[in-house]
């Protein structure tokens, strides 16, 4: 069974870059099925996609964060991450990472981690 | 991207059936059998209960059930039973190769 497990510091100030780092295990990152995303919530309020990558480094984005979100691929280490830039207090939300099937649904969820934009 | 559009919230009692409405546009919803939908218990990680449309991942319940229509998907909960009580989000794949979720549902079983 595939489990995903976020990892990253939980308080950034304003301004600074955001950066989480999510581990497969029980799977490899390049199974050809798979593409890895990064999902957040901010507390009480919905879910929102922030982008994918591919084992091969193909990466999309949603287009309202396109300019300030880095996803990468440690296919070595079975991790990808996550980084966010100039963030603000709007950031502040639990991250989720998942595996996505053939691009299409997200199959597999990490627990996900607060991470809160704070001075 | 603009979110999905879900009713903020549904309600029903148990062993009634509700349906939770996604709409989009042709280049989300409309445009493809890749909806999915998700039920997010408080505290939880999201877990998936439909795929592309209709289907069922193994070990959800036959009570589930999808459907779409245009730029309108469907799930339907049938028989409701308390633990049905959670926040539904759908998700489509959309024209640009992202992804984009609905705003999300709070279903209350009464």
């Known amino acids: 069974q595939v489990q995903l497990q976020e990892s990253g510091p939980g308080l950034v100030k304003p301004s600074q870059t955001l950066s989480l780092t999510c581990t497969v295990s029980?799977?490899?990152?390049?199974?050809?099925?798979?593409?890895w995303s990064w999902i957040r919530q901010p507390a009480g309020k919905g879910l929102e996609w922030l982008g994918r990558i591919y084992a091969s480094g193909n990466t999309y984005y949603n287009p309202s964060l396109n300019s300030r979100v880095t996803i990468s691929v440690d296919t070595s280490k079975n991790q990808f991450s996550l980084k966010l830039s100039s963030v603000t207090a709007a950031d502040t939300a639990v991250y989720y990472c998942?595996?996505?099937?053939?691009?299409?649904?997200?199959?597999?969820w990490g627990q996900g981690t607060l991470v809160t934009v704070s001075s | 991207q603009s979110a999905l559009t879900q009713p903020a919230s549904v309600s029903g009692s148990p062993g009634q059936s509700i349906t939770i409405s996604c709409t989009g546009t042709s280049s989300d919803v409309g445009g493809y059998n890749y909806v999915s939908w998700y039920q997010q218990l408080p505290g939880k990680a999201p877990q998936l209960m439909i795929y592309?449309?209709?289907n069922r991942p193994s070990g959800v319940s036959n009570r589930f059930s999808g459907s779409k229509s245009g730029n309108t998907a469907s799930l339907t909960i049938s028989g409701l039973q308390a633990e049905d009580e959670a926040d539904y989000y759908c998700s489509s794949y959309t024209s640009t190769s992202t992804q984009v979720f609905g705003g999300g549902t709070k279903l209350t079983v009464l």
């Open positions: 998942a595996g996505v099937l053939y691009g299409r649904y997200f199959d597999y």
């Open positions: 029980g799977g490899s990152i390049s199974s050809g099925s798979y593409s």
């Open positions: 592309d449309v209709s």
